[in-house]
């Protein structure tokens, strides 16, 4: 995606009657629970952060948890390095000007990509069937990146886009229909600037006091995207050069919250200009790869790649460039327990096909999601996250009340909490199958609980020690369906 040159890996006390953990903390200004409809629905937002950001989270996006991320567009014609190839190619990068000076003709311009890309194999319904396969709830694809080629046919992107110079197809509108068609929701990723945009570029010298180019493209393309396509996600990029006050970001979102035709559902990303990030929208993606591994105050997303060090489709990748498919759960897991949602990024090829290692990895995902996502989807934060005395545990729960103010908040005394669930990223290696857990057991201690591991049918023995841990026997490892990572339920008896 996105700020490629900046890589950053950013990477209670309680008391409980029976069927309920909670925190007896009061979250500030945050208390009311509500349930659909929101408040959302009767009101209307100034645009100014301050009201826009007490807007409620629409539940369908905390319920999702995990969504697909696709980085399409010319990039994946010479398909080498990464998304950001025509930057560093003109930056004087010197192995893509030998990639270049090898390969291509003298004269060769990035534009030349363009006619190549065919995607003569897209079949979009094929695409979000694996989608739906791998468990994900939502898709979203790169409308436009930083090089301004757009997959709709954009009326200010003359000669630049899908339908006139390419595959000759409105890639957006064909995954869009196919997604929606298989349950799933639809997003667009769009960048905020582009690279060599002639019109940006005067701003840009302007200081930004100009604003053409966010009046006369920018914003009639978002438009455009929006009542063409009714996202259902809006992940802004692109957005480092220039303030919020260029861009119109909160002009923009008091339209989408307002009156625009995705006005209930529709969710953003940080990415509104300087100093926007981590800061407001319905969720915050902080950086690219971010994965905090401690409880986050506000919704916010992990967006991540399978290929390690790009976005965009390359034809070089090696397997070993390809994440674990344990890497993989370790994330979906942990950013869940923190409160995030893993958005998971696969690039397409110019031929319009999905790399088969990427298509297993989806897949892998589906099966470990049918037997342990009841875990994942719909979940909320636990009290805990990581287990203090099993660094490898993750916690999350499910409870019958929705936070739409604070989708991440802890349990509190006012809520039911149905079942918690404890996810092992290590089988334990000690001979009799006994896994040892601390945070669980004051509450285990209190009121009567029934211990499974999903994926197994037989409840499983456990028991609490006066030193504070908790001991469970697993069956053997081979009598459990998951083979990556693995699931425990404890659910209070009635
Ligand atoms: C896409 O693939 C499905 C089967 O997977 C097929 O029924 C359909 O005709 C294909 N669509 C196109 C446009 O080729
Ligand atoms: C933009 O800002 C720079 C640095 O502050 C200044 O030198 C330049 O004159 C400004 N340009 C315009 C067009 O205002
Ligand atoms: C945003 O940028 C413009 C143009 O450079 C400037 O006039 C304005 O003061 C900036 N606003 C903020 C809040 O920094
Ligand atoms: C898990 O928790 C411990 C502290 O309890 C911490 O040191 C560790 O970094 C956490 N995160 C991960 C990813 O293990």
Not at 242 to 267: F, Q, R
Not at 462 to 469: D, V
Request: glycine letters at 6%.
């Amino acid at each position: 995606m996105m700020k490629f040159v900046f890589y950053f890996t950013v990477i209670s006390t309680v008391i409980f009657p029976l069927g309920k953990c909670y925190s007896e903390e009061k979250n500030v200004n945050n208390n009311m629970i509500i349930n659909a409809p929101f408040e959302n629905f009767e009101r209307k937002f100034k645009p100014d952060w301050k009201d826009l950001d007490t807007r409620q989270l629409p539940k369908w996006y905390d319920d999702a948890k995990i969504g697909i991320f696709l980085h399409w567009g010319l990039y994946c014609v010479p398909g080498y390095h990464s998304e950001w190839f025509w930057a560093y190619w003109k930056g004087g990068d010197k192995e893509i000007v030998k990639f270049m000076a090898d390969n291509y003709p003298p004269g060769f311009t990035y534009q030349d990509f363009a006619p190549m890309f065919k995607a003569e194999f897209f079949n979009a319904s094929d695409f979000a069937e694996l989608f739906l396969k791998s468990g994900a709830k939502y898709v979203v694809l790169t409308s436009k990146h930083h090089e301004g080629y757009t997959l709709f046919p954009s009326k200010r992107s003359f000669s630049w886009n899908s339908v006139e110079t390419g595959p000759h197809r409105d890639l957006v509108g064909e995954l869009s229909e196919a997604v929606r068609q298989k349950g799933l929701k639809f997003g667009v990723y769009h960048s905020l600037y582009e690279w060599y945009n002639p019109i940006y570029l005067e701003d840009k010298k302007a200081n930004f006091t100009t604003r053409h180019y966010a009046e006369s493209k920018l914003w009639p393309d978002l438009k455009q995207l929006v009542n063409d396509y009714k996202p259902s996600v809006i992940w802004s990029d692109g957005d480092w050069e220039a303030n919020d006050t260029y861009w119109k970001s909160t002009d923009l979102l008091a339209w989408l919250y307002n009156d625009s035709p995705v006005k209930d559902e529709i969710v953003v990303n940080d990415r509104w200009g300087i100093g926007t990030s981590c800061k407001h929208g319905d969720f915050y993606n902080c950086a690219d790869r971010y994965n905090p591994g401690k409880l986050q105050n506000h919704k916010w997303e992990n967006a991540f790649t399978m290929d390690l060090t790009s976005w965009g489709y390359r034809r070089n990748m090696a397997i070993q460039d390809v994440m674990s498919i344990d890497k993989f759960l370790f994330h979906v897991i942990s950013t869940v327990s923190c409160g995030g949602n893993a958005l998971i990024n696969v690039g397409p090829t110019k031929e319009g096909t999905i790399a088969p290692i990427f298509a297993e990895r989806l897949l892998e995902l589906g099966q470990w999601l049918k037997v342990n996502g009841e875990g994942i989807y719909e979940s909320s934060p636990w009290m805990s996250q990581n287990d203090t005395f099993n660094h490898f545990v993750w916690y999350t729960c499910r409870k019958q009340q929705y936070n739409a103010y604070r989708p991440t908040a802890r349990p509190k005394k006012s809520d039911t909490v149905t079942a918690i669930y404890a996810f092992f990223l290590k089988w334990p290696s000690n001979n009799n199958d006994m896994l040892v857990i601390a945070d669980i057991t004051k509450y285990l201690q209190k009121g009567n609980w029934q211990v499974n591991v999903l994926g197994y049918d037989e409840p499983l023995r456990w028991e609490t020690t006066n030193t504070g841990k908790t001991k469970i026997y697993l069956p053997r490892i081979e009598k459990v369906k998951s083979k990556h990572a693995w699931t425990l339920k404890f659910k209070p008896r009635q």
